[in-house]
């Protein structure tokens, strides 16, 4: 027997694991939180106003609400402000600026964190173009109805971003949904109060383009064009939809304006205002960079994981819609096969025990009771220190034979009982697994054809009545009812279960026995034989009954040795995908489906419900919920067939549901631990699950002589 040095399995990818989801939750955060949640102007609030002060309800559009008395202001005589909100945009910011520049005026810009975030170099642009830029929140927010909490958020987060992108900060606030003076009410002075005691002013309008509503350019013009030689506020947008309206009627209103002697300026320049902008300290503009690569880095990721989510659900159909089509094809093949004579053949089943004192006299008397004959039983105690020999021992029944060895693993004693055998047939079942009368007869009859090898039976879950039983029950009767038909139907069989399984000896002595290189050692025999040119079945009638873990914390044991040694074998017999015949098979269908849907998706899975999970927390809840119900949809529908075909009750598909949250998330871990230990190089130790002798059917009682 080989040996080799084990190395710790690495205990650093928690770490990594954790840190990557973490960022990936504070990246995806900060998208939703700066950049998310965007709703264009609409109509303002209108509630009441009784705690408005007289002086700002009758007073300019420009409201300083920092001292014991509020000031209202109006701009200067035949004084436009021309202000946008919601930009800046990619597409209409820059015609806006070009419109502004042939007409030589300046306007003031009141941006939404989320656009600079997404568009630094074009807010940059706007500043460096002369014009005034001023703060319209994060997301467009209504300050109003916003707590303390979320309208600190919302305007620090952008003045940040204008800090990162432009080098400025600015003392002018325009609340998102605001109108004119007149129209603030008590929830909005509340929030102008806030403002105030942060040292901002509140800008208002007093000229409503409406241009959100698309009316028309001359309803626009009207709108912005002042009625008395007053200064005047004008509302207008450079983003939100389409401006060209807008655009048109400021190349017909600046003109007219300024043929009858008006002038052009920012809010601060109209209204003799000094200090509303200034430039900001490295250290601050250096956070406005970091916040700005974080929101797109996560708007990026977020990208990504929407077009992951998409590509999961695809790739989900795609599967389901093969193993349905090869089912049916199995199912059809089944019912026309051409009868050949019943294989009759003595057979060996050899049980390699390891501590197996709770059930091993159930596997036994299971064995012996078996339809067909001659059966003969060779148990290799692998140096177990419980009682497991002298169980066997003292059954005392003739067809058994006991074989005491050293520990050596698994593979060591079934290479022992192969070596004892003397029958052409074996099979080869765990120590803690229960068969039917029918099971060594049925999983035999394949090898009528003498091209076969192996072939898989049907292993079943005995102890399904706790809800990890009942999720492992279900997971059971899907993977071998439907996955195994689908490889039978491609030739392609990964698997030979160590639950049961029965194999040519002289193919399996021709290949040098058991492997003992790998922790999967029926995947790795599998492989090797099918490698080797042998094809390999799965015969659904052959069923076992095999105890499955009982805690969460058996099941993780199990499942990252199955894992592992899967990644093992699969590395070993890597060579198979160039290869022809039955290997070529093997390696062109078999291999790539398992590293397909069995390490890659699980790999990225907790991202995408990471990604799943900020849908349902941000909002956009209906497609978080149709992704999830379609893609349990895609698991419900072969569910039901495989468990129809398995003549199982459809009661446990009623925990598929609840599996996803709890379940799903435990395999993701296993696998992407797996993946961690194989690239690290580590060696994983045998992981020996306890046994509570829970391996017969529901109902049965098992007898022999």
């Given at each position: 027997?080989?040996?080799?040095?084990?190395?710790?399995?690495?205990?650093?990818?928690?770490?990594?694991?954790?840190?990557?989801?973490?960022?990936?939750?504070?990246?995806?955060?900060?998208?939703?939180?700066?950049?998310?949640?965007?709703?264009?102007?609409?109509?303002p609030r209108t509630v009441a106003a009784t705690?408005?002060?007289?002086?700002?309800?009758?007073?300019?559009?420009?409201?300083?609400?920092?001292?014991?008395?509020?000031?209202?202001?109006?701009?200067?005589?035949?004084?436009?402000?021309?202000?946008?909100?919601?930009?800046?945009?990619?597409?209409?910011?820059?015609?806006?600026?070009?419109?502004?520049?042939?007409?030589?005026?300046?306007?003031?810009?009141?941006?939404?964190?989320?656009?600079?975030?997404?568009?630094?170099?074009?807010?940059?642009?706007?500043?460096?173009?002369?014009?005034?830029?001023?703060?319209?929140?994060?997301?467009?927010?209504?300050?109003?109805?916003?707590?303390?909490?979320?309208?600190?958020?919302?305007?620090?987060?952008?003045?940040?971003?204008?800090?990162?992108?432009?080098?400025?900060?600015?003392?002018?606030?325009?609340?998102?949904?605001?109108?004119?003076?007149?129209?603030?009410?008590?929830?909005?002075?509340?929030?102008?109060?806030?403002?105030?005691?942060e040292g901002r002013l509140v800008v208002l309008?007093?000229?409503?383009?409406?241009?959100?509503?698309?009316?028309?350019?001359?309803?626009?013009?009207?709108?912005?064009?002042?009625?008395?030689?007053?200064?005047?506020?004008?509302?207008?947008?450079?983003?939100?939809?389409?401006?060209?309206?807008?655009?048109?009627?400021?190349?017909?209103?600046?003109?007219?304006?300024?043929?009858?002697?008006?002038?052009?300026?920012?809010?601060?320049?109209?209204?003799?205002?000094?200090?509303?902008?200034?430039?900001?300290?490295?250290?601050?503009?250096?956070?406005?960079?970091?916040?700005?690569?974080?929101?797109?880095?996560?708007?990026?990721?977020?990208?990504?994981?929407?077009?992951?989510?998409?590509?999961?659900?695809?790739?989900?159909?795609?599967?389901?819609?093969?193993?349905?089509?090869?089912?049916?094809?199995?199912?059809?093949?089944?019912?026309?096969?051409?009868?050949?004579?019943?294989?009759?053949?003595?057979?060996?089943?050899?049980?390699?025990?390891?501590?197996?004192?709770?059930?091993?006299?159930?596997?036994?008397?299971?064995?012996?009771?078996?339809?067909?004959?001659?059966?003969?039983?060779?148990?290799?105690?692998?140096?177990?220190?419980?009682?497991?020999?002298?169980?066997?021992?003292?059954?005392?029944?003739?067809?058994?034979?006991?074989?005491?060895?050293?520990?050596?693993?698994?593979?060591?004693?079934?290479?022992?009982?192969?070596?004892?055998?003397?029958?052409?047939?074996?099979?080869?079942?765990?120590?803690?697994?229960?068969?039917?009368?029918?099971?060594?007869?049925?999983?035999?009859?394949?090898?009528?054809?003498?091209s076969v090898g192996a072939v898989s039976g049907?292993?079943?879950?005995?102890?399904?009545?706790?809800?990890?039983?009942?999720?492992?029950?279900?997971?059971?009767?899907?993977?071998?009812?439907?996955?195994?038909?689908?490889?039978?139907?491609?030739?392609?069989?990964?698997?030979?279960?160590?639950?049961?399984?029965?194999?040519?000896?002289?193919?399996?002595?021709?290949?040098?026995?058991?492997?003992?290189?790998?922790?999967?050692?029926?995947?790795?025999?599998?492989?090797?034989?099918?490698?080797?040119?042998?094809?390999?079945?799965?015969?659904?009638?052959?069923?076992?009954?095999?105890?499955?873990?009982?805690?969460?914390?058996?099941?993780?044991?199990?499942?990252?040795?199955?894992?592992?040694?899967?990644?093992?074998?699969?590395?070993?017999?890597?060579?198979?995908?160039?290869?022809?015949?039955?290997?070529?098979?093997?390696?062109?269908?078999?291999?790539?489906?398992?590293?397909?849907?069995?390490?890659?998706?699980?790999?990225?899975?907790?991202?995408?419900?990471?990604?799943?999970?900020?849908?349902?927390?941000?909002?956009?809840?209906?497609?978080?919920?149709?992704?999830?119900?379609?893609?349990?949809?895609?698991?419900?529908?072969?569910?039901?067939?495989?468990?129809?075909?398995?003549?199982?009750?459809?009661?446990?598909?009623?925990?598929?549901?609840?599996?996803?949250?709890?379940?799903?998330?435990?395999?993701?871990?296993?696998?992407?631990?797996?993946?961690?230990?194989?690239?690290?190089?580590?060696?994983?130790?045998?992981?020996?699950?306890?046994?509570?002798?829970?391996?017969?059917?529901?109902?049965?009682?098992?007898?022999?002589?």
């Amino acid at each position: 027997m080989s040996h080799h040095r084990r190395l710790p399995p690495p205990k650093a990818h928690w770490a990594l694991l954790a840190t990557l989801l973490f960022a990936v939750t504070v990246l995806l955060g900060l998208t939703a939180l700066v950049g998310g949640g965007f709703a264009a102007d609409g109509t303002p609030r209108t509630v009441a106003a009784t705690q408005v002060p007289a002086a700002v309800r009758d007073g300019g559009p420009i409201i300083d609400p920092r001292g014991a008395e509020p000031v209202a202001s109006r701009l200067q005589h035949k004084t436009v402000a021309l202000t946008f909100d919601d930009g800046p945009d990619p597409e209409w910011t820059p015609r806006v600026l070009d419109v502004l520049a042939r007409h030589g005026i300046h306007a003031t810009f009141f941006v939404t964190g989320g656009q600079v975030t997404r568009h630094p170099g074009l807010t940059a642009d706007i500043v460096h173009r002369g014009h005034e830029l001023g703060n319209h929140t994060a997301t467009h927010t209504d300050l109003g109805a916003a707590g303390d909490v979320r309208a600190q958020i919302e305007l620090r987060a952008t003045d940040l971003a204008i800090a990162g992108a432009a080098g400025t900060g600015t003392s002018l606030v325009r609340p998102p949904y605001s109108s004119t003076a007149d129209a603030v009410d008590d929830a909005g002075w509340r929030a102008a109060t806030r403002l105030g005691g942060e040292g901002r002013l509140v800008v208002l309008s007093e000229l409503d383009s409406q241009d959100w509503r698309r009316p028309g350019v001359d309803a626009i013009s009207a709108a912005i064009t002042p009625r008395t030689d007053d200064g005047a506020v004008v509302l207008l947008h450079d983003a939100g939809g389409d401006r060209s309206e807008t655009l048109a009627a400021l190349d017909r209103v600046i003109p007219e304006l300024k043929a009858k002697g008006w002038r052009f300026d920012t809010v601060s320049g109209a209204a003799g205002l000094t200090g509303t902008t200034a430039g900001v300290d490295g250290l601050t503009r250096f956070g406005g960079w970091l916040l700005i690569a974080a929101v797109q880095t996560g708007e990026a990721l977020s990208t990504a994981l929407g077009w992951l989510l998409g590509a999961a659900s695809v790739l989900a159909l795609l599967r389901t819609v093969l193993v349905l089509l090869t089912t049916a094809i199995h199912v059809r093949r089944g019912r026309a096969a051409p009868s050949r004579p019943p294989v009759r053949e003595p057979v060996t089943v050899i049980v390699p025990a390891y501590n197996e004192e709770a059930g091993i006299e159930a596997t036994i008397r299971s064995i012996l009771a078996s339809d067909h004959h001659p059966t003969w039983v060779i148990v290799v105690d692998d140096g177990s220190t419980d009682g497991t020999a002298d169980v066997v021992e003292r059954l005392a029944l003739r067809r058994v034979t006991l074989i005491r060895q050293q520990n050596a693993g698994k593979p060591a004693a079934l290479n022992t009982g192969l070596a004892a055998a003397r029958t052409e047939l074996v099979v080869m079942v765990d120590g803690d697994t229960v068969l039917e009368p029918g099971t060594v007869g049925a999983v035999i009859q394949p090898f009528a054809d003498p091209s076969v090898g192996a072939v898989s039976g049907n292993a079943k879950v005995a102890n399904r009545g706790g809800l990890l039983g009942r999720w492992q029950h279900i997971e059971y009767v899907i993977g071998f009812n439907l996955d195994r038909r689908m490889y039978d139907v491609g030739e392609c069989m990964p698997t030979v279960p160590g639950a049961v399984g029965a194999f040519r000896r002289s193919a399996v002595l021709a290949l040098g026995g058991v492997p003992e290189d790998t922790l999967a050692e029926d995947t790795d025999l599998t492989m090797a034989l099918e490698r080797d040119g042998w094809r390999v079945v799965y015969e659904q009638e052959a069923r076992a009954w095999t105890e499955a873990p009982a805690t969460l914390g058996q099941l993780w044991k199990q499942r990252y040795r199955w894992c592992y040694g899967t990644l093992q074998a699969i590395w070993k017999h890597r060579g198979a995908v160039v290869a022809k015949g039955a290997a070529g098979r093997l390696g062109r269908r078999g291999i790539p489906y398992l590293l397909l849907f069995q390490v890659a998706l699980p790999v990225l899975a907790p991202f995408v419900d990471v990604a799943a999970l900020f849908g349902v927390l941000t909002g956009d809840w209906k497609t978080a919920l149709l992704y999830w119900s379609v893609f349990l949809l895609l698991q419900l529908v072969p569910g039901v067939i495989a468990f129809r075909l398995d003549r199982e009750s459809l009661r446990p598909l009623l925990f598929l549901p609840l599996q996803q949250f709890v379940y799903r998330q435990l395999m993701y871990l296993v696998v992407i631990q797996s993946v961690m230990t194989a690239l690290a190089g580590a060696r994983l130790p045998w992981h020996k699950l306890d046994r509570l002798g829970q391996s017969a059917p529901p109902g049965s009682l098992v007898d022999a002589e």
